[in-house]
């Protein structure tokens, strides 16, 4: 079946459009390299005046985050292009830090004579001795975020294109796939930071992502597959994640649990499939940001040092590695992109922290300060949170389960991050009897504790996958990806419908 098109819409706003033409120097060569932009940013000059002002009634930290995003999105229903959207903002926020409070403003407009009030206004909070910042310096880093294919350069009927052969694929598995819908987004992000302490950064951020939904109905029974490509990187994406492989795997999903039976109830042992780590994401990770930590609003607060889960349970934070979704060069507070390890061996060793949460903790900041926009002042959050591969055959875990539940897709979930509570559904999952995956379940849900999560980790697989998603966090998003091995947990509360 061919698209049409049935809208389309392109929208600027009058407020992101460049008030000052000001060249960038010295730096318009490394801008170049990394991609270049059409957005004008001002120099290291323009802005250390800026910093001043913010820091003109006191306050140990300020700092400017201008940003400028270029957003492609594309959405296909019933085989037809529903929406095409493109959009630009760009503008630019002042923070202050004074003891533990926060003063921050933006403007959506890159001209340094707008943000000048606003750093009046982070300022005003601030009182006690006046530091001047430090004289700003251009500072170089190193790139883990290449984009061979440039998206600025794919022509929109490309980008439609690769959206037409998920649904394509999707549509040619099964005569029971009803609906498919296809989400399409891209983006490029170029953002300069400027900080009380003298640092000058540029940097840029692509990102391309594809969702397929698709939706099977079998004997009255309606059922639904998700699958979903994302990373850092331009276009080449679609070399690696095949607009085929995507819509096929996410009707593969809907057909296999269009058959599934009831799902048992009950505490029984749980195999988590490689690639689940979002039930760790949500049940620990968030328990492990120091923001939360300080408000004694975390279940590890105050465990640093002793143990909090089996010793096969090594986990970290990992803003480093290339092209993941959660991946950056620095962190929206200028900190470069870390490796943090948070349990080792089941023994709690670290949090996550930004400039703020570490300055008041005694530690340093693991570079973890990130923000939705410019829009936002940074907060603590993850990047790439992962339990680390252990040694054992992922099929001798399953041969080693007599009665239990292997769960492969995690659908939403509700954590309370104080107690650790958390329930998860289950997208797809399948009973475990005798050792052999049997017959896929529906209506299942896991309920328990973080802490007894990780306490219960029993086998540990030498396999490893990842799932890219997006985090909310205080009424911001932010890209991020988690990731495990097949692991069992020995026993999880279940809730059923059988």
Known sequence: MSSRVISRRAFLKESSVVAL????????????????????????DQ??????????????YSDVFMGSRCITRITMTGSEIRTLEYGVTQ???????HGEKTGYGYAETLDPDALGPIADIAASLAGGVVTAPARLAHRKIPSRIPMRDRIEHAAVRDKVAVVEQVDRAARAVDPT????????????????????????????LPMVSVRATVTVSRNGVNA???RRAARRSGMELFEQETPERIGREAAEQAVRMAG??????????????????????????????????????SVFAGRSGQRVASDLVTICDDATIPCERGSFNVDDEGTPAARTLLVERGQLVGYLHDRRSAHAMGAQSTGNGRRESFRFPPQVRM??????????????????????????????????SASGQFTFGLMEAYLI??????????????????????????????????????????????????????????????????
């Open 47 to 60: 802005l250390g005046p800026i910093l001043a002002r913010a820091m003109a009634r006191g306050g140990w």
């Open 260 to 297: 599934a039976v009831e799902a048992p109830s009950g505490e029984i042992p749980v195999v988590v499939a490689a690639g689940g780590g979002v039930l760790f994401h949500e049940a620990i990770g968030h328990g492990l940001e120091a923001d939360a930590v300080m408000r004694n609003a």
């Open 21 to 44: 033409a000001v060249p960038l120097g010295g730096l318009a060569s490394s801008w170049a390299d990394s991609g270049g932009s059409e957005a004008v940013f001002p120099d290291p």
């Open 224 to 226: 639904e597959g998700i």
């Open 91 to 97: 503008g630019g926020g002042v923070r202050t830090l």
């Open 177 to 204: 796939v009803q609906q498919v819908v296809v989400d399409y987004h891209d983006e490029v992000q170029h953002i300069i930071i400027a900080t009380s302490d003298g640092q000058f950064l540029c940097d840029v």
């Open 383 to 416: 990047t790439n949170t992962l339990l680390v591969k252990g040694s054992e055959d992922p099929a001798d875990i399953i041969k080693a389960t007599a009665r239990g539940i292997y769960a492969v897709a995690f659908g939403g979930g509700e954590v309370d």
């Open 433 to 498: 009897e005798n050792g052999v995956v049997g017959a896929p379940i529906r209506g299942a849900s896991l309920v328990g504790s973080g802490v007894e999560v990780l306490e219960r980790i029993d086998r540990v697989g030498a396999d490893f996958d990842s799932w890219p998603g997006t985090c909310l966090k205080s009424d911001q998003s932010a890209p991020v990806t988690s990731g495990c091995p097949t692991l069992r947990i020995s026993r999880m509360t279940v809730g059923g419908t059988a």
